[in-house]
């Protein structure tokens, strides 16, 4: 029933960057937790990052941590994954996914802890 429509992503160099979004025109969003995963050719559904209701807290995996950033404006029902310094091993479809009051205190929400999902989105890193 929440629907989210991410945005932002395509092709781009090795060493670029990318801002992906997540938005619902529903105004809702600010009580779900958003959790990003990514998924590439033969390997699994990857979370790399989340960001909790308020914003307040944020956890990264090793794989992207230094380099990506989540962030969320909740009055403006949208939530962001700044990512920088982009390899080819980020090339994936990202999903974003949205937890109902979910905590990210220690850890993210994990798959069967998700309520919805992003229709997802292609990331190519290549030259």
């Known amino acids: 029933q929440l629907q989210l429509v991410e945005s932002g992503g395509g092709l781009v160099q090795p060493g670029g960057s990318l801002r992906l979004s997540c938005a619902t025109s529903q105004y809702t969003l600010d009580y779900y937790a958003i959790v990003w995963f990514r998924q590439a050719p033969g390997k699994e559904r990857e979370g790399i990052s989340c960001?909790?209701?308020?914003?307040?807290?944020?956890h990264y995996a090793d794989s992207v941590k230094g380099r990506f950033t989540a962030s969320r404006d909740n009055a403006k029902n949208s939530a962001y994954l700044q990512m920088n310094s982009l390899k080819p091993e980020d090339t994936a479809n990202y999903y974003c996914?949205?937890?109902?009051?979910?905590?990210?205190?220690?850890?993210?929400?994990?798959?069967?802890?998700?309520?919805?999902w992003g229709q997802g989105i292609q990331v190519t890193v290549s030259s």
């Open positions: 960001i909790s209701p308020d914003g307040s807290t944020t």
């Open positions: 996914a949205a937890d109902l009051w979910g905590t990210v205190d220690g850890d993210c929400p994990h798959l069967g802890d998700i309520d919805y």
